[in-house]
């Protein structure tokens, strides 16, 4: 049986980092805001937890990092790379101009949980969870609301504004007919966990032998492993059986010898497959995306999370006001996607050349790698491991809030 149909200022579909940021920020500045998620929580894993200074700033200046930073987390300094016999280090953190000089490194779910407790607070806050988007409800060429299947029935949404935030996958783009650009990419990616031990390293390090790669994250009582492969090879490598997977990665990192069989059986071992795309136009009359939904980003230097949220810091900055007032113009939709377009561009950019000079040439390769002339710059000179680290952690043109807070406890 149908929900009974529902009006507000904003509905946004998808609760990863982009929507429930937004929502959080417009509720806090007293607009009506709906935010669906179709799980029925935010427990999933493998999602990007990197939370980098930018956003580590973003939750300072809302008042919240001490309390933020009470949650578990790990810390990443610094960065550096195997490329064969030779450990290089390429990024280093602790000088940027920014309270946290570091990345956390934080259970995606954690990030989100802490965000929707806090819009909570706010009784124009209105996070719908087991509600997915399932297509656009159009008025004279203007997106004026959503359709979405719930436990309960389907459920019609009247708003002044959608925004799509659901993803790589996005169905709001794809009922909305906007066109992205796919800039390819040369690899994916198998996300699996490891037990770690006191002795372990303790340092976030990626590693480049002969045709393989594979990216280490401490995670305090485990490691979080990403073992790159060529794209579309995930068949060749489930193929070849799972032992000649745990060898090749021992072979990686020897000292995991004695808890490789951690991993029992393929359904241990989650693809990630690698996209790189971004919409050609962000907006349509009465709709916008943003986060992964207008740019998909290579998982290279964790910076998906962080652009997403700096996508709905702009958002909210801009759209505030308009949305209170119920002034909400093309203007305003186009105002958000210039804003965006150069930090989405340039960082885009260098995940490209990493992915074709580096990464494409280390999994085709058949001699062991050498180091490139700019990483041997970086080990000679420490202080350009600053300019690599200044990029990764707070990026091009990087928001600030200035919504204000509206008082609206429930």
Same mark, same amino acid.
């Not at 986060?291 to 999370?305: E, K, N, R």
């Not at 113009?329 to 996607?337: F, S, V």
């Not at 999994?363 to 180091?371: E, F």
């Given at each position: 049986?149908?929900?009974?149909?529902?009006?507000?200022?904003?509905?946004?579909?998808?609760?990863?980092?982009?929507? #429930?940021?937004?929502?959080?920020?417009?509720?806090?500045?007293?607009?009506?805001?709906? #935010?669906?998620?179709?799980?029925?929580?935010?427990?999933?894993?493998?999602?990007?937890?990197?939370?980098?200074?930018?956003?580590?700033?973003?939750?300072?200046?809302?008042?919240?990092?001490?309390?933020?930073?009470?949650?578990?987390?790990?810390?990443?300094?610094?960065?550096?790379?195997?490329?064969?016999?030779?450990?290089?280090?390429?990024?280093?953190?602790?000088?940027?101009?920014?309270?946290?000089?570091?990345?956390?490194?934080?259970?995606?779910?954690?990030?989100?949980?802490?965000?929707?407790?806090?819009?909570?607070?706010?009784?124009?806050?209105?996070?719908?969870?087991?509600?997915?988007?399932?297509?656009?409800?159009?008025?004279?060429?203007?997106?004026?609301?959503?359709?979405?299947?719930?436990?309960?029935?389907?459920?019609?949404?009247?708003?002044?504004? #959608?925004?799509?935030?659901?993803?790589?996958?996005?169905?709001?783009?794809?009922?909305?007919?906007?066109?992205?650009?796919?800039?390819?990419?040369?690899?994916?990616?198998?996300?699996?966990?490891?037990?770690?031990?006191?002795?372990?390293?303790?340092?976030?390090?990626?590693?480049?032998?002969?045709?393989?790669?594979?990216?280490?994250?401490?995670?305090?009582?485990?490691?979080?492993?990403?073992?790159?492969?060529?794209?579309?090879?995930?068949?060749?490598?489930?193929?070849?059986?799972?032992?000649?997977?745990?060898?090749? $990665?021992?072979?990686?990192?020897?000292?995991?010898?004695?808890?490789?069989?951690?991993?029992?059986?393929?359904?241990?071992?989650?693809?990630?497959?690698?996209?790189?795309?971004?919409?050609?136009?962000?907006?349509?009359?009465?709709?916008?995306?943003?986060?992964?939904?207008?740019?998909?980003?290579?998982?290279?230097?964790?910076?998906?999370?962080?652009?997403?949220?700096?996508?709905?810091?702009?958002?909210?900055?801009?759209?505030?006001?308009?949305?209170?007032?119920?002034?909400?113009?093309?203007?305003?939709?186009?105002?958000?996607?210039?804003?965006?377009?150069?930090? $989405?561009?340039?960082?885009?950019?260098?995940?490209?050349?990493?992915?074709?000079?580096?990464?494409?040439?280390?999994?085709?390769?058949?001699?062991?790698?050498?180091?490139?002339?700019?990483?041997?710059?970086?080990?000679?000179?420490?202080?350009?491991?600053?300019?690599?680290?200044?990029?990764?952690?707070?990026?091009?043109?990087?928001?600030?809030?200035?919504?204000?807070?509206?008082?609206?406890?429930?």
């Amino acid at each position: 049986m149908p929900n009974s149909p529902i009006t507000t200022k904003c509905c946004i579909a998808g609760g990863g980092p982009a929507g #429930v940021m937004l929502g959080f920020l417009l509720a806090r500045a007293g607009v009506d805001v709906v #935010v669906l998620e179709k799980h029925p929580d935010f427990f999933r894993d493998f999602r990007g937890d990197t939370i980098h200074p930018s956003t580590l700033e973003l939750m300072d200046e809302l008042g919240l990092l001490d309390e933020f930073l009470k949650l578990p987390h790990q810390k990443v300094e610094e960065f550096s790379v195997q490329l064969g016999d030779a450990h290089l280090h390429v990024v280093d953190l602790r000088h940027l101009p920014t309270r946290c000089k570091y990345i956390a490194l934080m259970p995606q779910w954690d990030f989100l949980n802490f965000l929707a407790a806090h819009g909570k607070r706010y009784r124009t806050f209105d996070l719908r969870m087991h509600a997915e988007a399932t297509d656009l409800i159009e008025e004279g060429g203007r997106v004026v609301g959503l359709a979405a299947r719930t436990p309960d029935g389907e459920l019609a949404i009247r708003a002044d504004l #959608v925004v799509g935030a659901d993803g790589r996958h996005s169905t709001v783009r794809a009922r909305a007919g906007l066109t992205s650009e796919d800039f390819g990419a040369p690899m994916d990616v198998l996300w699996f966990r490891l037990s770690r031990k006191q002795s372990d390293e303790a340092e976030t390090f990626g590693h480049i032998e002969t045709g393989t790669m594979m990216i280490m994250l401490n995670r305090g009582d485990y490691w979080q492993c990403a073992y790159v492969i060529p794209k579309g090879g995930i068949e060749r490598v489930r193929a070849a059986g799972l032992d000649v997977f745990r060898n090749s $990665v021992v072979r990686m990192s020897p000292y995991l010898a004695d808890r490789v069989a951690e991993l029992k059986s393929w359904d241990d071992i989650k693809l990630l497959t690698v996209a790189v795309d971004r919409l050609k136009q962000w907006w349509r009359p009465g709709l916008i995306c943003i986060g992964d939904a207008a740019h998909a980003m290579s998982p290279i230097g964790g910076v998906g999370v962080n652009l997403a949220v700096q996508d709905a810091v702009a958002a909210a900055n801009r759209l505030a006001a308009p949305l209170k007032a119920c002034t909400v113009g093309n203007e305003d939709l186009q105002a958000i996607q210039v804003r965006r377009t150069l930090p $989405v561009h340039f960082t885009q950019r260098f995940q490209l050349i990493m992915q074709n000079r580096i990464i494409s040439r280390a999994l085709s390769g058949t001699q062991q790698p050498k180091p490139p002339l700019l990483f041997k710059m970086f080990e000679m000179f420490p202080l350009l491991r600053r300019i690599p680290g200044r990029f990764l952690a707070v990026g091009i043109r990087p928001e600030h809030v200035h919504t204000p807070d509206v008082p609206s406890a429930r």
